[in-house]
């Protein structure tokens, strides 16, 4: 039974396999190797992919993408609610939790983030059932290098659900970097090269070297919150504003009328990559006005300059972060759809000068590919197959719990490999304490106030005694998919407790989990009736 690598994009998903020596990008339904990550729904049916997209000027309020935005997010997060302007569909506040609100069978329904992107990992999961005619259980699926501990538990969760043994959650620069160097047939070859991966909605640069067999992932940094997406928003705001000055009419609470707004942007943009100008027409947009317009490209460049050059920012965090300068780097690699505008690759070369920009594996399907050659590896370990890629990946975010005045101890520092594991003692800091509370968080600020809570737990029944005596030991450890695991453990008396952090209180509990497998195995996708 083979095991396939899935790229769960914002805007666009792909599933590669790995056998042998022939590594193959799987094509859908309708022959696409990129599936649109849109889930709609219309009556009693689901739709995924090209289906549900093409369809959903007919129901926006039904049809749910740029899921990825959502995923492990509060519904307080301040970019969730500038998010929540843009989409047609309904979020809804749910015990402090988004949930995305649709009608199915004329009666409302609240579904979770890890239950649409569960959907959208089945479709793909039954992509890849369909071309081997046999079942496929076992998978590697990617995430944002900067994706914190909330988002890659859920993720693991979405693939649960959707009845996959998820193998692996693996960085998508790192990815990308392992399908460049084994199809470049780069091995023997040190080199220390950048990966610059602008997507639909994130953005992350890796520096990495590798010998074409073991690939060392120096830093990392970037952006869950910057891609295609954003610079389609800007487009749309643009027009918003024409429409306002030519006919006095204001749309942007008008869901319907940006939604399409947003599909023509969308559009413009890819044309926009070979034409210097791209034209607008959309019939009957707003009291029964029908709207047109061309934008340029020295326009289009003009209104994102700034989010480009967020771009150049974190290079150079990267950089800072691993101790190098751009003169170290021997070669970027672009990945993304993003990175065909352009002006990406304009500023790419203008801030590495004498640097190769390197296109030579498919932007939107490389990190499928990587993923793939990690599940194949994963599924040979033990075996006399040589694997082929030794990955050594790194944790993005410092961990630590908090101490005496609020400050954070730092357990986990960032660009730590990872799989990593650090043990330290503390000491109680209250007089005849028999019970210590340890508090997770995440983030690179010194209190823990402005850093993201993951978790906590109690150790009780310790025995009384003056502050400072009584020692207990805490260890931070995480898997090879960046997953974290905490324990403590009083030493005197051996009493010990332990939390695997599964995104605190936004996490699914196990009886949700297997109640969404249940009803999710038994649902029937349109697509794959056609």
Request: a negative charge; glycine letters at 6%.
């Amino acid at each position: 039974m083979p095991a396939i690598g899935i790229d769960l994009g914002t805007t666009n998903s792909c599933v590669a396999v790995k056998l042998d020596d022939d590594i193959q990008v799987l094509t859908n339904t309708i022959g696409e190797k990129l599936t649109p990550s849109y889930v709609g729904f219309f009556e009693s049916e689901v739709l995924i992919g090209h289906s549900a997209k093409n369809q959903s000027h007919l129901h926006p309020q039904n049809t749910v993408f740029d899921v990825k935005r959502l995923i492990g997010r509060p519904f307080d997060d301040s970019q969730l609610s500038e998010d929540r302007k843009n989409w047609p569909f309904d979020v809804v506040n749910i015990n402090g939790q988004p949930r995305i609100s649709v009608e199915v069978n004329n009666r409302p329904k609240h579904l979770t983030p890890v239950e649409i992107s569960s959907y959208i990992l089945k479709y793909l999961k039954l992509v890849a059932e369909t071309h081997f005619q046999e079942a496929v259980t076992d998978a590697v699926i990617t995430v944002p290098a900067y994706f914190n501990q909330s988002q890659r538990q859920a993720t693991i969760d979405a693939g649960r659900i959707a009845g996959l043994n998820v193998l692996e959650v693996i960085n998508e620069p790192t990815a990308a970097g392992i399908a460049y160097v084994t199809q470049e047939g780069l091995k023997g070859d040190h080199k220390t090269f950048l990966v610059y991966d602008l997507g639909g909605g994130t953005f992350d640069v890796s520096l990495m070297q590798s010998d074409g067999h073991e690939f060392r992932v120096l830093s990392t940094d970037g952006d869950t919150h910057l891609g295609g997406e954003d610079f389609d928003h800007r487009l749309v705001s643009h027009f918003v504003d024409e429409i306002m000055n030519e006919y006095k009419v204001d749309v942007k609470q008008d869901k319907v009328v940006i939604h399409r707004l947003r599909e023509a942007c969308e559009q413009a943009k890819r044309t926009l990559t070979c034409s210097i100008s791209a034209n607008i027409e959309l019939d009957c947009l707003f009291k029964n006005q029908s709207f047109t317009a061309t934008i340029n490209r020295a326009v289009f460049e003009k209104i994102n300059s700034d989010l480009f050059q967020l771009t150049i920012k974190v290079i150079e965090k990267a950089l800072q972060a691993a101790g190098k300068t751009k003169q170290d780097v021997d070669e970027v690699l672009l990945v993304g759809g993003s990175t065909r505008i352009p002006m990406i690759a304009e500023i790419i070369k203008n801030f590495f000068v004498d640097k190769p920009i390197r296109r030579t594996v498919n932007p939107d399907e490389c990190v499928a590919v990587g993923a793939a050659i990690r599940a194949y590896d994963l599924m040979e370990c033990g075996s006399d197959v040589v694997p082929v890629a030794c990955v050594k990946d790194i944790i993005p975010l410092p961990l630590g719990i908090e101490v005496i005045s609020g400050m954070m101890k730092v357990m986990v520092p960032k660009n730590s490999i990872i799989p990593f594991a650090h043990t330290e003692e503390f000491a109680t800091s209250k007089d005849n304490q028999t019970a210590v509370r340890i508090t997770i968080f995440e983030g690179e600020c010194k209190m823990v106030s402005e850093n993201r809570k993951l978790g906590n737990f109690v150790l009780t029944d310790l025995t009384p005694a003056p502050k400072g005596v009584m020692r207990i030991t805490v260890t931070f450890d995480i898997d090879q998919s960046g997953v974290l695991h905490v324990s403590a453990k009083e030493t005197s008396k051996g009493i010990e407790n332990s939390i695997k952090i599964q995104s605190d209180m936004q996490r699914l509990t196990d009886a949700q989990i297997e109640e969404l497998i249940q009803n999710t195995s038994s649902l029937v996708f349109t697509d794959l009736q056609q």
